[in-house]
């Protein structure tokens, strides 16, 4: 996939968080994710994206903890994080129908 080879790519890795925003967020596309994080391509402000859209509203409990997990403990991460499970996952999920109240 597409994707896959962003990982590999000295122009692209970095972006891959930004690229996954594209399609559809599932399994692959965490464990994906999880990756680029590990590797250290990605930048955690680079997942900030994932908190717009619903993006992340399909991944299974498991997998959004680990991700969370891992944008937090980026440098500047616990932000990215718990801007990503605001306003990504608990609206994408209705547990938060107006977190600005």
């Known amino acids: 996939m597409l994707f896959d080879e962003a990982m590999d790519s000295h122009t692209l ?4 968080p930004v690229l996954q925003t594209s399609a559809r967020l599932d399994a692959h596309g965490c464990d ?3 990756r ?7 930048a955690a402000g680079m997942c900030q994206y994932l908190a717009y859209g619903r993006i992340t509203s399909e ?3 498991g997998d959004i903890t680990r991700l969370l997990r891992a944008i ?3 440098h500047d991460g616990l932000l990215v994080a718990l801007d990503v499970l605001a306003h990504g996952r608990c609206r994408g999920r209705g547990f938060c129908e107006d977190v600005s109240a």
């Open 32 to 34: 994906r994710l999880m």
């Open 36 to 42: 680029s994080l590990v590797r250290g391509n990605a």
């Open 59 to 61: 991944l299974s409990d």
């Open 72 to 74: 937090a403990d980026k």
């Open 13 to 16: 890795a970095e972006w891959v």
